[in-house]
Protein backbone atom coordinates (compact mmCIF):
# COMPACT_ATOMS: atom_id res chain seq x y z
CA UNK A 1 0.00 0.00 0.00
CA UNK A 2 1.20 3.21 -1.05
CA UNK A 3 1.98 6.19 1.95
CA UNK A 4 -0.95 8.82 2.01
CA UNK A 5 1.98 11.42 1.44
CA UNK A 6 2.39 9.81 -1.99
CA UNK A 7 0.14 12.30 -4.08
CA UNK A 8 1.57 15.48 -2.49
CA UNK A 9 4.60 14.34 -3.52
CA UNK A 10 3.33 13.40 -7.42
CA UNK A 11 1.64 17.03 -7.13
CA UNK A 12 5.17 18.42 -6.85
CA UNK A 13 6.20 16.37 -9.44
CA UNK A 14 4.01 17.74 -11.52
CA UNK A 15 4.15 21.19 -11.04
CA UNK A 16 7.95 21.11 -11.93
CA UNK A 17 7.59 18.91 -14.77
CA UNK A 18 4.90 21.39 -16.46
CA UNK A 19 7.07 24.82 -15.13
CA UNK A 20 9.90 22.70 -17.36
CA UNK A 21 8.22 22.42 -20.58
CA UNK A 22 7.01 19.16 -20.19
CA UNK A 23 2.96 17.50 -20.87
CA UNK A 24 1.94 15.50 -18.29
CA UNK A 25 0.03 12.39 -20.84
CA UNK A 26 -0.64 10.40 -17.77
CA UNK A 27 -0.03 9.73 -14.21
CA UNK A 28 0.18 6.09 -13.07
CA UNK A 29 -0.16 4.58 -15.62
CA UNK A 30 -0.33 0.85 -15.94
CA UNK A 31 -1.29 -0.02 -19.38
CA UNK A 32 2.61 -1.04 -20.06
CA UNK A 33 3.41 -3.34 -17.35
CA UNK A 34 4.85 -1.98 -15.25
CA UNK A 35 3.28 1.43 -13.34
CA UNK A 36 4.74 4.78 -15.07
CA UNK A 37 4.39 7.28 -12.30
CA UNK A 38 4.57 9.79 -15.07
CA UNK A 39 4.36 9.85 -19.13
CA UNK A 40 5.27 12.99 -20.47
CA UNK A 41 5.68 14.53 -23.74
CA UNK A 42 8.29 17.75 -24.04
CA UNK A 43 6.12 20.46 -25.67
CA UNK A 44 9.36 21.21 -28.07
CA UNK A 45 9.93 17.39 -29.25
CA UNK A 46 8.76 14.35 -30.48
CA UNK A 47 10.61 12.75 -27.39
CA UNK A 48 8.70 10.53 -24.56
CA UNK A 49 9.58 10.83 -20.99
CA UNK A 50 9.13 8.26 -17.95
CA UNK A 51 9.77 9.51 -14.74
CA UNK A 52 9.77 7.64 -11.80
CA UNK A 53 9.30 9.42 -8.24
CA UNK A 54 10.89 8.83 -5.28
CA UNK A 55 11.14 10.63 -2.09
CA UNK A 56 14.10 12.14 -0.76
CA UNK A 57 15.15 10.59 2.46
CA UNK A 58 14.72 12.98 6.25
CA UNK A 59 18.17 12.52 7.06
CA UNK A 60 20.85 14.65 5.61
CA UNK A 61 23.68 12.05 5.95
CA UNK A 62 21.14 9.86 4.06
CA UNK A 63 22.11 8.24 0.40
CA UNK A 64 19.71 9.57 -2.23
CA UNK A 65 17.14 7.21 -3.57
CA UNK A 66 17.78 4.22 -5.80
CA UNK A 67 15.41 2.33 -8.27
CA UNK A 68 16.44 -1.74 -7.89
CA UNK A 69 17.29 -3.27 -10.92
CA UNK A 70 13.97 -5.42 -11.44
CA UNK A 71 11.69 -1.90 -11.46
CA UNK A 72 14.07 -0.55 -13.95
CA UNK A 73 14.07 -3.47 -16.03
CA UNK A 74 10.18 -3.14 -15.74
CA UNK A 75 10.11 0.74 -17.07
CA UNK A 76 12.37 -0.55 -20.24
CA UNK A 77 9.97 -3.03 -20.76
CA UNK A 78 7.14 -0.89 -20.63
CA UNK A 79 8.95 1.42 -23.16
CA UNK A 80 9.56 -1.55 -25.60
CA UNK A 81 5.64 -2.24 -24.93
CA UNK A 82 4.27 1.26 -26.19
CA UNK A 83 7.00 1.15 -28.96
CA UNK A 84 4.92 -2.35 -30.23
CA UNK A 85 1.67 -0.45 -29.67
CA UNK A 86 2.40 2.59 -31.50
CA UNK A 87 3.65 0.15 -33.63
CA UNK A 88 6.49 2.85 -35.00
CA UNK A 89 10.20 3.40 -33.07
CA UNK A 90 9.41 5.92 -30.29
CA UNK A 91 12.46 7.73 -28.42
CA UNK A 92 11.62 7.22 -24.46
CA UNK A 93 13.70 8.25 -21.78
CA UNK A 94 13.78 7.07 -18.50
CA UNK A 95 14.62 9.32 -15.74
CA UNK A 96 14.20 10.20 -12.18
CA UNK A 97 12.62 12.49 -9.92
CA UNK A 98 13.73 13.34 -6.54
CA UNK A 99 10.88 14.84 -3.98
CA UNK A 100 11.63 17.09 -1.22
CA UNK A 101 8.77 17.72 0.71
CA UNK A 102 10.17 20.07 3.58
CA UNK A 103 12.06 22.21 0.73
CA UNK A 104 8.94 21.81 -1.61
CA UNK A 105 11.61 20.76 -4.28
CA UNK A 106 12.07 18.63 -6.94
CA UNK A 107 15.59 17.13 -8.49
CA UNK A 108 15.40 15.19 -11.70
CA UNK A 109 17.79 13.14 -12.59
CA UNK A 110 17.71 12.05 -16.44
CA UNK A 111 18.37 9.19 -18.58
CA UNK A 112 18.79 6.24 -15.57
Not at 37 to 61: H, M, N, Q, T, Y
Not at 63 to 74: D, E, G, M, N, T
Request: charged share 30%; glycine share 4%; hydrophobic share 45%.
Amino acid sequence: MKPAFKNEEENLAAAYLRAHGFTVLSRNDRRFGAELDFLCARKSGGEFFIFEVKRKPRAKSAVYPRIAVSQLRRLKKAATRMQTAANKFLTIRISLLIVDRATQSVEMIADI
